[in-house]
């Protein structure tokens, strides 16, 4: 798993239409849906990978 698939992506404009938006990807998902974009975060996770929530309050 790449880092890039948990953690805060600061700014989308993709994921809430016609709004600015902020994601927090959170690992653990149980529904394994076929279509999933991030089928990663579904497998077991190295929690040093993890951003604190410190830094997620704080943003």
């Given at each position: 798993m790449t880092l890039s698939h948990l953690g805060l992506q600061k700014t989308?404009?993709?994921?809430?239409p016609g709004?600015?938006?902020?994601?927090?990807?959170?690992?653990?998902?149980?529904?394994r849906c076929p279509y999933c974009h991030n089928p990663d975060l579904v497998q077991k996770i190295d929690i040093s990978t993890l951003v604190p929530m410190e830094e997620i309050r704080a943003f």
């Open positions: 989308t404009l993709l994921d809430y709004k600015v938006a902020a994601v927090l990807f959170t690992p653990g998902c149980n529904l």
